[in-house]
């Protein structure tokens, strides 16, 4: 157990709709990455947040979007949704020993989009 | 451009065989270099990781990696592979507090009996 925790596992849904998905940082930790893994795009990395500001943006389609809240909890938004998008949502959170930093990932978000 | 490159898509070992699986990366800067496992249905775990000092580091689960600067290298291994170790293994890598973290494709491992 990473300490990771994210909600809900399974998430099965229709075409055109929308999906909040949420994760839980292991304690301490400021950081929350976001990656989608399908079988054919392989692990993407997606946002990450720090201490509530957005930090980096990945491969992010417009149709989704994140924020981290003060209590450092964080949501990923999944809008307009389409088949493709059928896929593992990972969340980490980060720890940082001075200028190194070290990623503990979630057990992931299974969404499936008929 | 930074990237990681895991050669091998799937390798088949027998159970009590030793283990190389290859990961090389391309970096402006010597990396943080990270080995991470993926059970099926699973989240990724941490293996092991390397940031400095001994170019041999030891891991969970009897896993070992070992940093290669002149090859650009961060291989992982293990001397004797149990049926518990079929399992996606990821390799990673990143600079630095606030830097993104780049993942190879993955090297899927069957074990037979």
């Known amino acids: 157990d990473s300490g990771v925790t994210q909600t809900p596992k399974h998430l099965i849904t229709a075409t055109g709709q929308r999906v909040t998905l949420r994760c839980s940082p292991r304690?301490?930790?400021?950081?929350v990455y976001w990656y989608q893994q399908s079988l054919d795009q392989g692990l993407q990395f997606l946002i990450q947040y720090y201490n509530g500001e957005e930090r980096a943006k990945g491969n992010i389609l417009e149709r989704f979007s994140a924020q981290q809240f003060p209590d450092l909890h964080s949501e990923l938004n999944l809008s307009s949704l389409e088949l493709g998008d059928s896929a593992l949502y990972f969340c980490a959170s980060s720890v940082a020993e001075g200028y190194r930093e070290t990623q503990y990932f979630g057990p992931g978000t299974r969404l499936l989009v008929l | 451009a930074q990237s990681v490159t895991q050669p091998d898509i799937h390798i088949t070992v027998s159970e009590g065989a030793s283990l190389e699986l290859r990961c090389n990366y391309s970096y402006g800067a010597t990396p943080y270099l990270f080995w991470y496992v993926q059970s099926p249905g699973q989240g990724l775990q941490l293996l092991l990781k390397?940031?400095?000092?001994?170019?041999l580091v030891q891991g969970i689960k009897g896993f070992e990696a070992e940093f290669k600067r002149s090859q650009s290298s961060f291989n992982l291994r293990k001397p004797s592979v149990h049926w518990s170790d079929a399992a996606e293994y990821f390799c990673a890598v990143n600079r630095d507090t606030g830097n993104q973290f780049y993942f190879g494709t993955g090297t899927s491992l069957t074990v037979i009996p």
């Open positions: 304690s301490g930790d400021l950081s």
């Open positions: 390397y940031f400095s000092g001994d170019t």
